[in-house]
């Protein structure tokens, strides 16, 4: 009888630990091969993982709700059914990733996990302190010199992928930043960031360091709030719509920074954010100016189902040339700035209408674009605002 493993996949680029949401066959179960087995959550969606042959499903499982290293076996597939008592004991052993319970703070007399240290009562400077302390004695020892040369705490180091801490964690580490000082206020406990909350937090730091400014202007939103609604089209797809007319005279803000030159990208692909419960995604519309409105609107309300649904595949959360955040159905909120993502060179922010108008922001990339130049856009925008009728074809 021959058992090959099941790995937790790399779903996304920036994916290092994967969470199992569940299995979707039991111990013991016969599966063919691209028959979905169980339900993999990545840093931005829910998807199924498809066995890779024909077979049974054998234990030992790790066990549902478990994060897990992209890489950690974590079931099998056999040619043959398993034994009894294997089908009988079908979840493993906790992978040594898996997340622990949230941490408490100083103030307890105990801490919440017996093998988790508690924080100490000042931390070292500059150390990082965690969810997931890491022994010293996993770390690489070039990690461990690293660490003291940066005079951080190894112990307060997420470790990688692999369960072991590298010099990359450590460079990481360093580069972050001191953390808040915790031991000087009122209790607490730590609650694990979920994949999602960590990519936002790194894709948030990545773009942070892009020398950015931000341009904004007044302009009415009253014509192309009749038009949504006479078309019964959002008026955000609309305002993509918009977007993308504008990039056509303007050519530069579908454009990225690179350090060879800019790359000058042939089509408008729009990233319209999406909130959700426990963060934020920016699903993909492609070739905004190229196709029909019909067309667009009808993928948009696909998109929107499926980031809602926390079903989006990579290639439609990723790839934007341009972004639009519109928090216009918060009335209170009338003007607000949003981060360029790393991969383009700006991002329009719409606030709330109010008296047929509303704030718009347009926050750019300086190595790419201007002040004059962002003037400009906003400028052509009104335009498009002020007449609509090119954005319904």
Sequence with gaps: MSRQPIEMPALSDTMETGRLVSWLKKPGDPVKKGEAIAEVESDKAIMELEAFADGYLAGPLAEPDSEVPVGTVIGYISSEPPAAEEAASPQAERPAQASPPPATGRAQEEPAVAHEPALPPRPARRS???AHPTPVGEASPYARALAADLELDLSQVAPGPDGRLHAAQVVAAALAGPEPELSAGPAYRLEPLTPMQRAVAAGMEAAARTPAFRVSARLPLDKLHQAAHEQGHSLTLLL???CARVIERHPRFNAVYTRRGLALREQVDLGIAVDLP???VTPVLRNVGGRTLAELAED???LKEKATSRRLTQDEYTGATFYLSNLGVFPRVTRFDAIV???????????????GAAEFTLSCDHRVVYGADAARFLETLGEFLDDPVSLLD
């Design 300 to 302: 948009w309300k696909t």
């Design 128 to 130: 990082r302190p965690t």
């Design 341 to 355: 993502p790393r991969d383009a060179s700006a991002i329009l922010a719409v606030g709330a209408a109010h008296e």
């Design 240 to 242: 993509g719509r918009a």
């Design 278 to 280: 426990d963060g934020l």
